[in-house]
């Protein structure tokens, strides 16, 4: 790009990290007084109404200088009230948010009392999160050290809506096809399709109201009049036609996942394969010399600035579990097509590029590898990474698409899969996959499981008592124990996980989110009913590392080699090895442990997962899917260690769990990087087909030559071989981070790696950031 290109796009990214982040009541309140004055009509129309409303009503503002507009609010990275989904925990920590430990915002004091004067009154007791509080509360609560069960005070989002179909109708077409289906259909679904054609002309309205105010402002910037008129233009266009440039595409996108926003509180809606997507009108706009590669690439910039506008107000305690406003606007590029040729075009390239100039947390990049892959897109990706920004991370098609299909999802569907969130794996346009449905502690049931099933840090009685340590005559005496405590747990679990599902559907129905899921126009159904072509619930296991070293421990030191005695290391973990250093020591240096492609502990880890597995695949969820499972953290490492007592692997109680969900405990994988590719691919794969995460982190100096690059990419050649699903990298000395931490100041754009997200590491609470500065650094391969 030339000079006047580039200094577009770093006066708006500028401008966007320098305003203050606040929280906004605005659509809060339009919300509330929807309700009130549809007070006899159902939710779905209240819920249509409300959206509408805010459609229309929300302050909109510009800046002269975007090539793409619009926002939920007129200031950028606020965080938006939604009442409906869940007023007690506003209500309890609004005074507090500005000072919390993670996930801060401002607030204007003014709005703290009408938030209690107006909005409270209405919704006590009615909003989601009273709703699964009535129902559950007590289920969720008994399980709560073990089981994080999620979605429970917001919208479900961690879906991939159908891009395509929206850039080829717009709302116009999508109306059409509404007023289509009325004609023969029943009483509910008429509401539905009535519901879906009132949200639509909102957004005919919305893209309207940024149409009139690009023109009246256009005339006070001379300098960018001829673009503020022209992008008005699309905006007028995009009310009442499909995209027909690249322009258009983008922007239509952009309003697309704009409003899924202002529609429901939820993270998590994802693009997918921009490059498969918007390809034909950046193919078709070159051929016909409207634009260059230049003016391309401006616009993508633009559009990826938009992508971090948009962040997420979470109750403290859910701050700590998705820490750093993870948002999970997942752009996927590469892999392969539905013939198995590779997918790469140029569009993947400026996505690439696009990413390597900005460098913020969001979209967060894929790239997705399999055997074929065009060396020169492995190359720039790689290249991509060496400059810091943890992106993109990678995605291995030779490990996913198989169990995809074993979950009864189609070939053509698996190859074309995409990426949600962080790493959630699912597929274009069609699949409410339900992916943060909950966070299962493998390692609390197994401090359970070797302590009568009492809690070692409060003495509670948590579960079933099975014996302890001490009890078990054999390791595998103690397997059939751990086995009992994991069932007794799932059990539990289940009737939680449908309980917030039928909640939803009670709640918080998404005419305008069914009506880009296929299927759910057809049927006449709202995708929280069932409505998706395809219905999966995902729950993560949390975390098999430090459970295979704790096995792998107490296998090795107790019942094979007889080092420790079973009572010895049952007291050292009740007293949190006070007075037991010397055998804390033994537990981390004189056991093997995962992450160094040592089998018999590897496949510890991978037995209990693949257990997990098959057990979950026994229930159906409530809209009659598949549960399937993850291993992935998010931040969730943090909180859920400080759940866990001291482990037999020689962690202290309440330290961190190990990050990611497929990665080694930080320091214990000596053998370096291609020694955790190995353990990894000892895993089943279907234990990932809601996402595995594998964190690694380098020194920057490693990709300083030509050398370094090449051994790189050979290195995820390796990572594709071995059928690993997925890794991402830090690149960042630790004297860099340690810095940032003294001088935040100076370190306001610099971004880590959390686990399936990139955060601005000066944003994260002090505990993860100390995480991250732990983690094993490698600089050779």
């Not at 009392?113 to 559950?136: A, C, M, N």
């Not at 401090?447 to 948590?462: D, F, P, R, V």
Request: net charge negative; hydrophobic share 40%.
């Amino acid at each position: 790009m030339n000079a006047e290109q580039k200094n577009r796009i770093e006066v708006l990214k500028t401008r966007m990290l320098e305003q203050p982040r606040y929280v906004s009541i605005e659509q809060a309140l339009i919300i509330t007084k929807t309700y009130q004055e549809h007070e006899t009509d159902s939710k779905q129309v209240k819920r249509a109404w409300s959206l509408y409303n805010a459609l229309t009503q929300i302050e909109i503002g510009i800046e002269p200088e975007e090539l793409i507009v619009g926002n939920r609010t007129k200031g950028v990275r606020y965080g938006v009230v939604f009442p409906e989904s869940g007023i007690s925990w506003v209500d309890r920590e609004f005074e507090t948010i500005p000072t919390r430990p993670q996930d801060k915002f401002l607030v204007h004091p003014e709005d703290i009392e009408t938030f209690r004067k107006v909005i409270v009154p209405y919704w006590k007791g009615k909003s989601l999160e009273d709703i699964v509080h009535q129902r559950i509360g007590d289920e969720i609560s008994e399980i709560s050290k073990v089981v994080k069960i999620n979605q429970t005070d917001h919208a479900q989002g961690h879906i991939c809506p159908n891009v395509k179909e929206w850039l080829e109708l717009g709302p116009a077409g999508v109306i059409a096809k509404a007023e289509k289906n009325l004609v023969g259909a029943n009483a509910s679904q008429q509401e539905f399709y009535r519901c879906v054609i009132l949200v639509m002309q909102g957004v005919q309205k919305f893209m309207q109201r940024y149409a009139d105010l690009l023109e009246e402002k256009a005339d006070s910037y001379p300098k960018y009049t001829a673009s503020m008129r022209e992008l008005a233009k699309i905006c007028q266009n995009l009310q009442n036609r499909p995209a027909q440039s690249f322009h258009e595409a983008l922007q239509s996108t952009w309003f697309l996942f704009v409003v899924l926003h202002m529609e429901s509180n939820a993270s998590s809606f994802s693009p997918g394969r921009l490059d498969q997507i918007l390809y034909p009108y950046y193919q078709k706009d070159l051929a016909e010399k409207k634009m260059d590669d230049d003016q391309a690439l401006e616009m993508i910039e633009c559009l990826w600035l938009k992508f971090n506008e948009i962040v997420y107000l979470r109750n403290k305690n859910s701050a700590k579990y998705f820490a750093g406003f993870p948002i999970g606007f997942n752009v996927a590029v590469g892999g392969q097509d539905e013939n198995g040729n590779d997918a790469s075009n140029a569009l993947s390239h400026l996505l690439i590029q696009a990413q390597e100039d900005i460098g913020l947390p969001q979209p967060n990049l894929s790239v997705r590898l399999f055997e074929h892959t065009d060396q020169a897109l492995l190359t720039h990706a790689v290249k991509c990474v060496s400059k810091g920004s943890g992106m993109p991370q990678f995605f291995n098609d030779k490990a996913i698409v198989s169990p995809l299909m074993d979950l009864g999802i189609s070939k053509q569907d698996a190859l074309n899969y995409a990426i949600v969130g962080c790493v959630e794996l699912t597929t274009h346009g069609n699949n409410l996959g339900w992916s943060d449905a909950a966070m299962f502690n493998m390692n609390k049931v197994l401090e359970l499981t070797l302590n009568h099933g009492k809690c070692l840090l409060t003495g509670k009685q948590m579960g079933p008592d099975l014996g302890s340590l001490s009890t078990y005559a054999s390791f595998s005496d103690l397997e059939a124990a751990y086995q009992k405590m994991m069932d007794y747990f799932i059990e539990k679990m289940i009737p939680c996980c449908e309980g917030v599902e039928k909640a939803h559907i009670d709640c918080l129905p998404t005419p305008f989110l069914s009506a880009v899921i296929d299927d759910c126009m057809d049927k006449g159904m709202d995708v929280t009913a069932g409505g998706a072509h395809y219905n999966l619930s995902g729950i993560q296991m949390i975390q098999v590392a430090n459970l295979a070293d704790s096995l792998a421990a107490i296998k090795e030191l107790v019942y094979d080699k007889k080092k420790v005695d079973a009572s010895h290391l049952e007291k050292a973990l009740q007293n949190n090895f006070v007075g037991d250093e010397v055998l804390r020591q033994m537990l981390l240096h004189r056991v093997p442990k995962y992450g160094n492609d040592v089998a018999w502990v590897d496949e510890l880890g991978a037995k209990w997962a693949l257990y997990f597995r098959e057990q979950l695949r026994k229930y159906k969820n409530y809209r009659n899917g598949p549960y399937h499972t993850g291993m992935y953290t998010v931040s969730a490492h943090v909180p859920m260690g400080q759940n866990v007592g001291a482990s037999a692997d020689g962690r202290f109680a309440q330290d961190p769990l190990a990050d990611g969900g497929l990665s080694a405990v930080y320091g214990r994988d000596i053998q370096g990087p291609t020694a955790v590719l190995k353990s990894v691919s000892k895993m089943d794969n279907s234990c990932t087909t809601n996402g595995g995460l594998l964190n690694m982190k380098f020194l920057p100096d490693f990709f300083k030559t030509e050398a370094g690059i090449t051994k790189f990419c050979n290195f995820l050649r390796a990572f594709v071989d071995l059928e690993v699903p997925h890794i991402q990298f830090n690149v960042v000395s630790k004297e860099n981070l340690l810095d940032a931490q003294k001088h935040p100041d100076q370190y306001r754009s610099l971004t880590v790696r959390v686990a399936g997200y990139t955060a601005y590491f000066t944003e994260l609470a002090g505990d993860l950031q100390n995480e991250i500065i732990a983690r094993t650094s490698y600089d050779n391969i």
